[in-house]
């Protein structure tokens, strides 16, 4: 494991996650519940941007077992689209900034939202799920597009949770 650490915050600084580790990757999600997850927060009273412009949301992912709350828990709420989503989108209530989100299943990481570092951000290493956009064409060349997951993404997830079972 890498001794790299980095941290993220709700905008007003209230909640605040330490991250251990380098991130498995950060990328740009287009699929239909993100796009409808954002718009739901981004419609929270004060809430901060979530979504880019071209329609993305932004993430950076971390092994779950590696992020953990250093100031704010009880200040965070999760929010599911239905009641049936193994989704949750979790929220700092102190100003309505989307923080991360978990999933009720096996799945082994945890989507923090870019936003959260500030400047200190990892850069985008690619766009998934450009499918669900109907000019996906018009998105910027800086980093690869998928239509779906890449066998980038899905063998990160892969060798990320293959880590976890070995290395702590």
């Known amino acids: 494991m890498s001794n790299d650490s980095a941290s993220a915050q709700c905008s007003c600084g209230a909640v605040v996650l330490a991250l251990k580790g380098v991130p498995i990757?950060?990328?740009?999600?287009?699929?239909?519940?993100?796009q409808e997850g954002s718009r739901r927060i981004e419609a929270l009273p004060q809430a901060p941007a979530v979504r880019e412009p071209d329609g993305g949301t932004e993430y950076v992912l971390y092994r779950k077992d590696r992020v953990?709350?250093?100031?704010?828990?009880?200040?965070?709420?999760?929010?599911?689209?239905?009641?049936?989503?193994k989704t949750?989108?979790?929220?700092a209530t102190c100003c309505n900034s989307a923080m991360m989100m978990f999933f009720d299943d096996a799945r082994h990481?945890?989507?923090?939202?870019?936003?959260?570092?500030?400047?200190?951000?990892?850069?985008?290493e690619m766009r998934i799920c450009t499918s669900f956009l109907p000019n996906s064409e018009k998105l910027p060349s800086d980093v690869?597009?998928?239509?779906?997951?890449?066998?980038?993404?899905?063998?990160?997830?892969l060798?990320?949770?293959?880590?976890?079972?070995?290395?702590?």
Not at 25 to 34: E, I, V
Not at 68 to 85: I, M, N
Not at 149 to 156: C, P, T
Not at 159 to 168: H, I, K, N, P, Q
Request: net charge positive; with cysteine; charged share 20%.
């Open 68 to 85: 953990a709350y250093t100031k704010g828990r009880e200040l965070v709420t999760s929010y599911k689209l239905e009641e049936s989503p």
């Open 144 to 157: 690869p597009s998928y239509r779906n997951y890449s066998a980038a993404f899905v063998m990160k997830l």
């Open 25 to 34: 990757g950060s990328f740009a999600c287009y699929c239909d519940t993100c």
């Open 159 to 168: 060798w990320s949770g293959v880590a976890m079972l070995f290395c702590r």
């Open 88 to 91: 949750n989108r979790v929220v």
């Open 109 to 124: 990481w945890t989507p923090i939202y870019r936003a959260r570092f500030g400047p200190n951000a990892p850069p985008i």
